[in-house]
């Protein structure tokens, strides 16, 4: 049977076990409640995967192109953002 590659934020739910300082987990709770707990922390987690998706193509495009300037930074997330906002969908993890 073919393995399945998902893109991130698709896919069937897994279940995971986490760890968190238990004052982390109760500001959690406190700010969304216990049922959306588990969507509370896949949306953090899916800001950060974006985040080092980004961070990784602006660090290969500096080898390759020189350094870029902290306004192109920002407008490149806003770009990164707006695109995959629009595609409704995130890179294939590999």
């Known amino acids: 049977m073919p ?4 893109s991130i934020g698709e ?3 897994t279940r ?4 968190l ?7 959690i709770r406190a700010r969304v409640g216990k049922r959306e707990f588990s969507a509370f922390i896949a949306a953090a987690v899916e800001r950060e995967l974006r985040g080092q ?8 495009y500096e080898s390759r192109n020189g ?17 995959f906002a629009e ?8």
């Open 3 to 6: 393995e399945t590659t998902h």
């Open 11 to 13: 896919g069937p739910a």
């Open 16 to 19: 995971v076990s986490l760890s």
């Open 21 to 27: 300082p238990e004052g982390t987990a109760e500001a």
């Open 53 to 60: 998706v980004l961070d990784e193509y602006l660090a290969d």
């Open 67 to 83: 350094q870029v300037s902290e306004q192109a930074r920002q407008r490149a997330r806003q770009v990164f953002d707006e695109v």
């Open 87 to 94: 595609e409704d969908q995130w890179p294939a993890v590999s």
